[in-house]
């Protein structure tokens, strides 16, 4: 059974932090990975996507991906009380595609 | 504005019968997915289909129907043998090995 864990949080940050974010992922053959963002009692939505090694940036959002210790990772800085939501790690592809069980962020002003 | 339609938004259930719940989207994409989303908890693949007329069981499909006639629509049914649905539905559909984007969801709730 391939897995996702995520640290559960609650992750509390002051505004204008930096939030780090965590996922490990069992299925070594995976080649996709997914950070999606979900405020509550709505759908998740796709913020950034990385497929090799190293790190990506967009706006304040930088994901991280280390494939030997398989882990991937989201740094938001300059964080807002916007960024308050539910983080989900996804990797995979098609029909094996694995959403972690996400870490709630909380920006605190 | 292409995107993915759920609905209803809200539906709920009597027991012993059998509820559906829409998913349609135009944006030509071949595979649409079901999860579950239950509070605090990440999502669960109920069903998936890659192509029309075909449709595979997620982890989760005991209690769940699915169809796949066109390739804009995915409805789900959730019949009487889920004895436990309240749960959040998301519908998501891919054009192929990318991301996948979600409607906005149907909140299913026990009479």
């Known amino acids: 059974q391939k897995e996702v864990e995520q640290n559960s949080g609650p992750l509390s940050v002051p505004e204008g932090a930096i939030a780090s974010l965590n996922c490990t992922y069992s299925?070594?053959?995976?080649?996709?990975f997914f950070w999606y963002r979900q405020y509550s009692g709505k759908s998740p939505e796709l913020i950034m996507s990385i497929y090799s090694n190293g790190d990506k940036e967009d706006g304040r959002f930088t994901a991280q991906l280390n494939k030997a210790s398989q882990y991937v990772s989201l740094l938001i800085r300059d964080s807002q009380p916007s960024d308050s939501a539910t983080y989900l790690c996804a990797v995979g592809e098609w029909q094996n595609f694995v959403f972690g069980p996400g870490t709630r962020l909380s920006v605190l002003p | 504005d292409g995107g993915i339609t759920q609905s209803p938004k809200y539906l709920f259930r009597k027991e012993g019968q059998n509820v559906t719940l829409s998913c349609e989207q135009n944006l030509n994409h071949d595979a649409m997915y079901w999860y579950r989303q239950d509070p605090g908890q990440g999502l669960r693949l109920i069903y998936y289909?890659?192509?029309?007329?075909?449709?595979q069981k997620g982890d989760i499909a005991e209690g769940y129907s699915v169809s796949r006639e066109k390739k804009e629509s995915f409805p789900l049914t959730v019949t009487s043998a889920q004895k436990n649905p309240t749960a959040f539905y998301l519908c998501?559909?891919?054009?192929?090995?990318?991301?996948?984007?979600f409607g906005d969801g149907t909140r299913l709730s026990i009479l």
């Open positions: 998501a559909s891919t054009p192929g090995n990318q991301p996948q984007h």
């Open positions: 289909s890659q192509i029309v007329n075909d449709f």
């Open positions: 299925d070594r053959v995976s080649q996709s």
